[in-house]
T-cell receptor, first 114, second 112 residues
């Protein structure tokens, strides 16, 4: 069963507007959540993370929100830029300890329209 | 110039052949990981190592083997027992702290 779910395979947003990418999880043992950005045929690039004891973390144009009661997190990108077009993966750690590997969602392809 | 390197970028495997994918890091990270990505899918964990001379199976370890003789190196062998090896293989390393991992550029494995 999928413990980390990204239910939108793709998302199209106009340049300059806000992009909101969503992620749901089922395992309440997860203690860190991370977002990665990936271009085709390249390795994922770490964007931002959040600890399960927080509900918001901000880094420049990127903000991650965590709602533990709903087991839901979201990544907000404001303003969206053409270079943001990529696949975004939500990931979680802590299923057995901080270094036991990440559990990934299937990704959301973000397309920024000019 | 710290980072993670993977080689080769492309690798071709014949039926019944074992192939080894290289992963090296100079970030002084204790933990290293191997993931596999299939089209339209997320990354799935194959093996991981939290310390030299120790490693653990991930979710899809069957048909793969690893070694961790040096902190900097974590090679992955795709054995002939792996019946569907065609995929994009990604190596990562991390500090055993908050789960943050940093990825190499990947190796595309194709079967002839």
């Amino acid at each position: 069963d999928q413990q980390v779910k990204q239910n939108s395979p793709s998302l199209s947003v106009q340049e300059g507007r806000i992009s909101i990418l969503n992620c749901d999880y089922t395992n309440s043992m997860f203690d860190y959540f991370l977002w990665y950005k990936k271009y085709p045929a390249e390795g994922p690039t770490f964007l931002i993370s959040i600890s399960s004891i927080k509900d918001k973390n901000e880094d420049g144009r990127f903000t991650v929100f965590l709602n533990k009661s709903a087991k839901h997190l979201s990544l907000h990108i404001v303003p969206s830029q053409p270079g943001d077009s990529a696949v975004y993966f939500c990931a979680a750690s802590g299923r057995g300890g901080g270094a036991d590997g990440l559990t990934f969602g299937k990704g959301t392809h973000l397309i920024i329209q000019p | 110039d710290g980072g993670i390197t993977q080689s080769p970028k492309y690798l071709f495997r014949k039926e019944g052949q074992n192939v080894t994918l290289s992963c090296e890091q100079n970030l002084n990270h204790d933990a290293m990981y191997w993931y596999r990505q299939d089209p339209g899918q997320g990354l799935r964990l194959i093996y991981y190592s939290q310390i030299v001379n120790d490693f653990q199976k991930g979710d899809i370890a069957e048909g793969y083997s690893v070694s961790r003789e040096k902190k900097e190196s974590f090679p992955l062998t795709v054995t002939s027992a792996q019946k569907n090896p065609t995929a994009f293989y990604l190596c990562a390393s991390g500090l055993n702290r908050d789960g943050t991992q940093y990825f190499g550029p990947g190796t595309r494995l194709l079967v002839l």
